[in-house]
């Protein structure tokens, strides 16, 4: 059983909004169709640092981490490939966008099922209590 304070679950949450909102940042970026790679590459870093930060806490819940390790493996993905159009010095294709913008949309899902989740749970939770998730 997975027990935080409201404080733990606080910094969780916040990592996970901290992270959506870099990959927010990368799509729209993406979109707008004038990239700066290795930005759009620092940001999905973070991303994945932000989500790892979270994990911190959530980790011994195994629908969390689930969901949280897959989110990571995606944003991974978005990242590497956006770094091997850098390294290659090729332009974006729009199946490459629609690739690296699927990858960032499938772990943004990921997230916000975790974000919902911690969210019940910090709602649930009263002022200075252990709460226990499950």
């Given amino acids: 059983m997975l027990a935080l304070t409201q404080e733990q679950l606080i910094e969780a949450i916040s990592h996970l909004y901290e992270a959506l909102e870099a990959l927010e940042s990368v ?5 707008s ?37 897959e989110a990571m493996g995606l944003i991974n993905d978005a990242k590497c490939m956006m770094e091997s159009l850098i390294e290659w010095k090729k332009g974006m294709t729009p199946q490459g966008k629609l690739c690296i913008i699927g990858s960032i949309s499938l772990a943004a899902g990921n997230l916000f099922l975790v974000l919902c989740e911690l969210e019940e749970w910090l709602k649930e939770s009263t002022e200075g209590k252990t709460f226990s998730g499950k």
């Fill in 33 to 69: 169709g004038a990239m700066r790679g290795m930005v759009i590459s620092e940001k999905l870093a973070e991303a994945w640092f932000k989500v790892n930060c979270c994990r911190l806490h959530t980790q011994e819940d195994v629908n969390l981490e689930d969901h949280n390790l």
């Fill in 27 to 31: 799509v729209k970026e993406i979109e």
